[in-house]
């Protein structure tokens, strides 16, 4: 049985107030209840059952469709980062460059720590950020648990998205040695004619990628991003660098998502 969470069952309620053209603040006076009161249980997993229906009810939503709305959502997204994993992520890139390299190798923490030279203040604050996100569980003496799917996926309006392109564009066209070797311009093609081209080009790669795959463990030199062009794998980075982090990072941390209106310990998305 598919379990629905209730971050989702929540998101559910804030797009049916959305598509009813209801404020926030005329659905605080409607129930009569202060605005931060309603951002806040609109926002926290701790809601009350009571105060969900009597939610759903002015809104004229039913406890099955808010379920059956929830259950979608979740089947939609259960691999996107939050709208508040993205903010955070895009405010604080060199957070983003830590969790990607730990998620990709979780038991290699001890040689990032010597790799970029961390301090035991700023690999717990690193660490830390990523619990009050929701991305992984903490425990004593830095150990942890990462939580969420092993891949994730950034929204159509994820700011991290947008990043990533643009990253990836200046890898592609502003290398010196390392531009990419293949490129055509001002090619007569009908869209037929560039989607057969796009069907070679796919399969191609994609039987290439499965005959190379053991070798491509083995060294980063078989590894290319494709984007209609060939170039050598470059990983893409969203910060300067993973450095130490300032003293007052986590409470940046905190501030940006209390500014989102969500608990430290929820990783729900913004209506």
């Not at 660490?127 to 159509?156: D, Q, T, V, W």
Request: proline share 4%; charged share 25%.
């Amino acid at each position: 049985m598919h379990i629905v969470k209730p971050d989702y069952l929540l998101r559910a309620l804030r797009e049916r107030i959305k598509e009813s053209h209801l404020t926030y603040a005329q659905l605080a006076q409607q129930l009569d209840v202060p605005l931060s009161t309603l951002k806040r249980h609109l926002h926290s997993t701790a809601i009350s059952l009571d105060k969900l229906i009597e939610y759903c009810r002015v809104v004229e939503l039913s406890l099955d469709e808010l379920i059956k709305q929830a259950k979608l959502l979740q089947s939609q997204s259960d691999d996107l980062f939050t709208e508040i994993q993205d903010e955070v992520f895009f405010q604080f890139p060199e957070l983003y460059d830590f969790f990607q390299e730990l998620r990709l190798a979780p038991e290699s923490l001890d040689k990032m720590i010597k790799a970029y030279d961390l301090t035991p203040t700023s690999t717990y604050a690193y660490l830390r950020a990523l619990e009050m996100i929701g991305l992984i569980e903490l425990m004593p003496n830095n150990k942890f648990f990462l939580k969420g799917p092993c891949h994730y996926r950034f929204s159509e309006q994820s700011k991290l998205s947008y990043l990533f392109n643009q990253k990836l564009k200046q890898l592609v066209f502003e290398g010196d040695d390392d531009k990419a070797n293949i490129a055509c311009s001002r090619m007569f093609l009908t869209k037929k004619c560039i989607q057969e081209i796009e069907d070679m080009v796919i399969r191609k790669i994609l039987e290439s990628n499965t005959e190379h795959w053991l070798q491509a463990h083995e060294t980063e030199q078989l590894q290319h991003d494709v984007v209609l062009m060939i170039r050598p794998h470059k990983k893409i980075l969203f910060s300067t660098g993973i450095v130490n982090l300032p003293n007052e990072f986590l409470a940046h941390v905190s501030s940006s998502i209390e500014a989102y209106g969500v608990p430290e310990t929820h990783d729900s998305q913004s209506s």
